[in-house]
Nanobody, 117 residues
Framework: QVQLVESGGGLVQAGGSLRLSCTGS????????IGWYRQAPGKQRELVAM??????EYADSVKGRFTISKDDVKNTVYLQMDSLKLEDTAVYYC????????????WGQGTQVTVSS
């Protein structure tokens, strides 16, 4: 059974940094593709960073500012967020990218990131 726990969110001023963590149980940490997603109020959830086969991909909106990484020993996935902007305000989630495509897929509680001016 998959269980995901995201943490590390908070209130930060524009230009600041946060590091999000995702831990839990299940096979996600051995998944070939793990992603960080976010959902802003009134918007659909979007994939912002993905780690697959040792390679990373980022949404254009976060490229150059966010970095996804994984610690296999700790079974933890991280999202380092630098140069935060107001538009980065959202609830952030991690998930297995393939599983996330399934309707009704499991999602953790997420962690709130609020960027203020």
């Amino acid at each position: 059974q998959v269980q995901l726990v995201e943490s590390g969110g908070g209130l930060v001023q524009a230009g600041g940094s946060l590091r999000l963590s995702c831990t839990g149980s299940g096979s996600i940490f051995s998944s070939p593709a793990i992603g960080w997603y976010r959902q802003a109020p009134g918007k659909q959830r979007e994939l912002v960073a993905m780690l697959a086969g040792g390679s990373t991909e980022y949404a254009d909106s976060v490229k150059g500012r966010f970095t996804i990484s994984k610690d296999d020993v700790k079974n933890t996935v991280y999202l380092q967020m630098d140069s935060l902007k107001l538009e980065d305000t959202a609830v952030y989630y991690c998930n297995d990218v393939t599983r996330a495509l399934v309707k009704g897929a499991y999602w953790g509680q997420g962690t709130q990131v609020t960027v203020s001016s």
